[in-house]
T-cell receptor, first 114, second 115 residues
Framework: QQQVKQSPQSLIVQKGGIPIINCAYE??????FPWYQQFPGKGPALLIA?????SEKKEGRFTISFNKSAKQFSLHIMDSQPGDSATYFC?????????????FGQGTTLQVKP | KAGVTQTPRYLIKTRGQQVTLSCSPI?????VSWYQQTPGQGLQFLFE???????NKGNFPGRFSGRQFSNSRSEMNVSTLELGDSALYLC??????????????FGPGTRLLVL
């Protein structure tokens, strides 16, 4: 019940395409859903985060869609660029408990071809 | 402000040895969490310290331990190293109060190789 399942494992798109990464969770106590971007040799960097009372959130070219009833959330990258090539992780936690325990998905390696 | 720093960045040890990794959080952050990242298991939560107390713990054996100092700097220790402990160990710090827009800033990690 603590798991977060992420798909696909890898993704290749052309420049300008819209890659979509999906995540699903079981624990209904989760109330904080961040996405992290990680480049080789670097630690994960917070990209965008959403709360379950919001169905969609946009920040620049990145959009999170959240479906509370289905317990699923997804990341869309609009007008993808080669510089977006990285590994993306979804995560979940019980944010209201103010603890640092994030449960991560397995990650999606995205390659954006020029 | 300066980000999360971790030392050393790379480390090679042999089986049976022990290792200590260090993490300095962002100034003003009092929560420090540790994660293990491997290709097979992904990112797994080890433990979290807040105000020098362990606040949360993941499912790792007792060989993995940590502590936090009064200046919020944290160390993690792995004793009796096993080959499977080879991983990237990441430290993350969080501000004192939970904020949906600002939480869990990660350091660059310490790459540990156990031979």
């Amino acid at each position: 019940q603590q798991q977060v399942k992420q798909s696909p494992q890898s993704l290749i798109v052309q420049k300008g395409g819209i890659p979509i990464i999906n995540c699903a969770y079981e624990n209904t106590a989760f109330d904080y859903f961040p996405w992290y971007q990680q480049f080789p040799g670097k630690g994960p960097a917070l990209l965008i985060a959403i709360r379950p009372d919001v169905s969609e959130k946009k920040e620049g070219r990145f959009t999170i869609s959240f479906n509370k009833s289905a317990k699923q959330f997804s990341l869309h990258i609009m007008d993808s660029q080669p510089g977006d090539s990285a590994t993306y992780f979804c995560a979940a936690s019980i944010g209201s408990s103010n603890t640092g325990k994030l449960i991560f998905g397995q990650g999606t390696t995205l390659q954006v071809k020029p | 402000k300066a980000g999360v720093t971790q030392t050393p960045r790379y480390l090679i040890k042999t089986r049976g040895q022990q290792v200590t990794l260090s993490c300095s959080p962002i100034s003003g952050h009092r929560s420090v969490s540790w994660y293990q990242q491997t290709p097979g298991q992904g990112l797994q939560f080890l433990f979290e310290y807040f105000s020098e107390t362990q606040r949360n713990k993941g499912n790792f054996p007792g060989r993995f331990s940590g502590r936090q100092f009064s200046n919020s700097r944290s160390e993690m220790n792995v004793s009796t190293l096993e080959l499977g402990d080879s991983a990237l160990y990441l430290c993350a710090s969080s501000p004192p109060l939970f904020d949906y827009q600002e939480t869990q800033y990660f350091g660059p990690g310490t790459r540990l190789l156990v031979l």
